[in-house]
């Protein structure tokens, strides 16, 4: 009993120490949407597919703590976006903008979209050539016919 | 005789496209700020804090600067090879202490010995984001005009510096 009693105590007051910090999201002077939807598209560096608005790294508290001053100096949602990306590249970007090194990614996907539908289109009509009427010869027909008869007179 | 050779011939480009992705580390990203200027800083020297270093002092020098935490373990097996450069004099080294106690740094340094020219403290780490930094030690290596002309992620290996920024340093310095 008595132990019982010292874990759930250690269990309620341990939680704290540990804890680090996180970056305080009770400040009234920064629209929480705003700071959920800013952070949810940076990539966290360290933990590569997390965002920082996910992550507990230390790099991503950093990240949110500079997102949450640079909102607070009323910078854009595209000022704070380019902020990062100059010092981290594309990557940190879940929603990389077009550019040169990229166009490939983005574009790639519809040139083989379109080569599939003209290749689809040129089978089709090559097999619509392979089967266009034929008429049939001396023999066939003359086949064809005894095999009517014949279907005929069991019916 | 074109229907059986084509599909080898992109059976064959995709098994080269995957052997080099894959080959890839994930964990090592370009750095934007490469062939940049090296963002400027103004911070407390680590073992002066009054007196305070920016990167402009080194213009005119090929220089390393070695992000470095006594909390980083990776940051021992880098350390010996930064104190035999230190030793031969074959690098002008800064350190950027990133995230750290000072009084933890300052230990680390007395005991594993200090390869550094000096160190500076960026306790809160918004330097290190400047640079990009996403895993402690990087190094970067600056020209004399000041700009960033090599990143290193990791700990740096005697490879790494015989092979890559030791020829790099030699032709910057050329």
């Excluded at chain 1, 008595?2 to 970056?23: D, G, H, M, N």
């Excluded at chain 1, 266009?132 to 019916?155: H, I, S, W």
């Excluded at chain 2, 350190?95 to 300052?106: F, H, M, P, T």
């Excluded at chain 2, 090599?150 to 030699?170: E, L």
Aim: glycine share 6%; aromatic share 10%; hydrophobic share 45%.
């Amino acid at each position: 009993m008595r132990l019982t009693f010292f874990i759930i105590l250690f269990t309620l007051f341990s939680s704290p120490l540990i804890a680090k910090e996180a970056v305080s999201l009770n400040d009234p002077a920064i629209d929480i949407e705003r700071f959920k939807s800013l952070t949810s598209e940076l990539r966290c560096q360290k933990c590569q597919n997390q965002t920082i608005w996910d992550s507990h790294a230390g790099l991503a508290e950093d990240m949110k703590t500079l997102v949450r001053d640079q909102m607070k100096q009323g910078r854009s949602d595209d000022e704070i976006i380019d902020f990062m990306v100059t010092r981290y590249g594309d990557f940190i970007r879940y929603k990389p903008s077009f550019s040169a090194s990229n166009m490939v990614l983005w574009v790639g996907p519809f040139i083989l979209l379109l080569a599939g539908i003209a290749m689809l289109f040129l089978q089709i009509r090559k097999r619509r050539q392979d089967i266009a009427d034929t008429p049939l010869n001396a023999d066939d027909t003359a086949r064809v016919d005894e095999l009517l008869k014949k279907q005929g007179g069991e019916g | 005789m074109l229907r059986y050779i084509a599909p080898l011939v992109v059976f064959m480009g995709m098994v080269l496209m995957f052997w080099i992705g894959l080959g890839k580390d994930p964990q090592k990203l370009p750095s934007a700020l490469l062939d940049k200027p090296a963002p400027a800083f103004n911070l407390p020297q680590l073992h002066k804090a009054n007196a305070n270093f920016a990167p402009e002092e080194l213009k005119g020098k090929v220089w390393v600067l070695n992000v470095w935490a006594s909390w980083c373990a990776a940051c021992r097996s880098e350390h010996p090879l930064f104190m035999e450069l230190a030793r031969r004099g074959e690098v002008t080294m800064v350190g950027l202490n990133y995230k750290d106690q000072i009084n933890d740094a300052k230990t680390w340094l007395r005991q594993l010995g200090d390869p550094y020219v000096l160190s500076v403290s960026d306790l809160a780490g918004t330097v290190g984001i400047d640079y990009g930094v996403y895993g402690v030690p990087e190094s970067f290596l600056i020209d004399k005009e000041g700009v960033i002309r090599y990143k290193h992620v990791g700990p740096v290996s005697r490879q790494d510096w015989n092979t890559i920024i030791k020829p790099k340093i030699k032709e910057l310095e050329g």
